[in-house]
Structures are given as C-alpha cells and as structure tokens.
C-alpha cells in the first residue's frame, strides 16, 4: 500500500508544485521522538570529552532539550560533552569549546509568530546572528574550532546566510525539490532520498566512516534549502541535475535549477572545521501527527551520518 502524510497533499499547477499543507503538518506539529534510541553501543569518547556547545539563543526552532534532543542525548551517548548556550556569541563564550552546533536560528524580526500561517513562509528573514558573533564564531574557527552549522529552507537560510558566507558557503534560502530523487512514499519533491546508487552520496570520510559498519548507504533529507560551497569544501550529499531551487511555495515562485549544489558540505578552515547543512530534520528523530521523520525514519542511515559527523568534526575522521 502506498504510504502517505497525514494531512499532506500535493497539488500540480501548470508547472509548479504547492506544498503547503505538507509543510505546515511538518513543522507545526513536530515533536521530538521519546522511544528512538539514542543508545552508542561502542561510545568513541570513554576517558577525554568532546566539549560541545548548543546554541539556543537565537530562537533556534530546534533545542538540545527541545526536537534536537534526540541529536544531543545521541552525541552525549557517544562521549561528547553537550552544553546548552543562551548567550551571544563572543571570544570569551567560544573558548575552550572544541564544536559550535547551531541548528536553525532565526533573526529577531523574522516572525511575528511561530505559527506558519504567519511569516515564515510568506515573509524572509534578518539575520540571526550580529556582525560580532559572525567575527566571534569565525575567529573562533581560524582557531582551530569546529562548527555545525544547520539552516533549513525559508526562512532559516535567510537568518544563516551571513554566517555561512564568512566561510564562503552560500545558501539559496528557499526550497530544494527533486522530483526524480525523491522516495515514492513521501509524495513530495522536497524529501530526497542519497544513495551510492542515485549517485547522490559522495565519497568523503563522512560517508565512509572509520568501517564497514560506519558506512553510509541511504540517507533521507527532509525538506530544506540547497548550498554552494567555496571550491575548497566537498559535498557529502550532492543534489542531481534534476534538482530546482524554489525562493518559495506561492505559485509564482522563481524557480532555478540546483545542479551542482548540495544539502551538505564539509571543509576544513585554516586550524578548524565546518560543516554545513542546507535540512535539519535529517539529524532529529521526530514525529508529526502519527509519521516518523528524521533518524528514527525506517531504512536510512540518517543516525550514523550523525554521528560520522561529529566524528569528523573531532577529528576522529581525516
């Protein structure tokens, strides 16, 4: 039987597709899944940890307590070190911290409301971080830090765009959809579905872990936005040449084509590292109404590419 989203339809006009009750029911009723399983059975970090800091003051859509919970008790698991951060970003804040996760931060004036019937999706977005966090964080990485750094579609590209460009990474901050690449089940172009197979995954450390068991075969991107890294970056989960960009869902939304973009990259900056990805949903476990997304999604490696992450991000992986 073919499986469906609760409330999520997709409507075909002329050329454009409208996906608005799908993201509604996607990001409106999400909530962090309590029974996925958060367990490390061979944690990397037994007698030194990983100091990790979690921003959450700038009313990031995902928390360590919150629907990255999962995220954060995964990582904790593994023998990282986890701290929540409600302060701005500065030197002083920064140091003796080894990874910055930021997952979905919006600017102060991007909404009016958390509720998508507001802003989010007919408005853009201000920056969530000031000129002097930028300079705090990118100092902080010239140094030698690791930074995550999660931005999903409009309008959390728009409030980490400035923050992604001091790395020369630029993100479209809208919709990525692909049509030819997404599971059947989902119907709907904005989940895309890497393989080996699609050509999709990319040979890179983090997609091939420190083993065979480590390696990445399926992952499963959750509606977000696509990147462009500088040439000195390497995409992990690359978008196919049958990829578009959408700058939104409206039905005259300017549409662009994705080819040669990604929803993941990696380089290495001076002392540090960063990572960037263009979905978050990919590294939670959620549930919304009665459906799985994220980790906890049947048949995806989305949990070990979590955790391949931060390994690469400690340099566990070169």
Excluded at 177 to 202: A, C, Q, R
């Amino acid at each position: 039987m073919r499986k469906t989203f609760t409330r999520s339809r997709l409507v075909l006009v002329g050329f454009c597709f409208v996906l608005w009750p799908f993201v509604e029911f996607l990001h409106a009723q999400q909530v962090a899944d309590s029974t996925f399983s958060t367990k490390v059975d061979h944690p990397s970090y037994i007698s030194s940890h990983p100091k990790v800091l979690f921003d959450e003051a700038h009313q990031n859509f995902h928390t360590a307590s919150g629907r990255y919970k999962p995220f954060a008790d995964l990582i904790t698991s593994d023998g990282y070190q986890v701290t929540p951060n409600g302060e701005k970003f500065t030197r002083e804040i920064l140091e003796g911290y080894h990874i910055l996760v930021i997952a979905n931060a919006l600017g102060a004036e991007s909404i009016k409301s958390r509720e998508w019937s507001g802003g989010w999706i007919t408005n853009g977005s201000k920056p969530a971080f000031s000129v002097e966090e930028c300079d705090a964080v990118h100092g902080w990485v010239q140094r030698g830090g690791s930074l995550l750094l999660i931005a999903d579609h409009r309008p959390f590209g728009g409030a980490a765009d400035a923050l992604a460009r001091r790395f020369g990474v630029e993100m479209s901050k809208g919709y990525a959809w692909d049509d030819k690449n997404s599971p059947k089940e989902f119907n709907n172009p904005g989940v895309i579905v890497y393989t080996w197979e699609n050509g999709l995954l990319i040979d890179h450390p983090i997609t091939q872990g420190r083993d065979t068991t480590e390696r990445i075969n399926r992952i499963i991107t959750f509606v977000g936005q696509s990147l462009k890294g500088p040439k000195s970056s390497a995409a992990f989960l690359e978008l196919a040449g049958t990829a578009i960009d959408r700058e939104n869902l409206q039905d005259s939304a300017k549409i662009m084509s994705a080819a040669g973009r990604s929803q993941g990259l990696a380089l290495e900056y001076n002392k540090g590292r960063v990572i960037v990805l263009g979905e978050a949903a990919m590294l939670s476990a959620q549930i919304g109404g009665k459906e799985k997304f994220g980790m906890n999604y049947p048949g995806v490696d989305n949990k070990q590419l979590a955790l391949n992450i931060m390994h690469w991000l400690s340099r566990l992986l070169n």
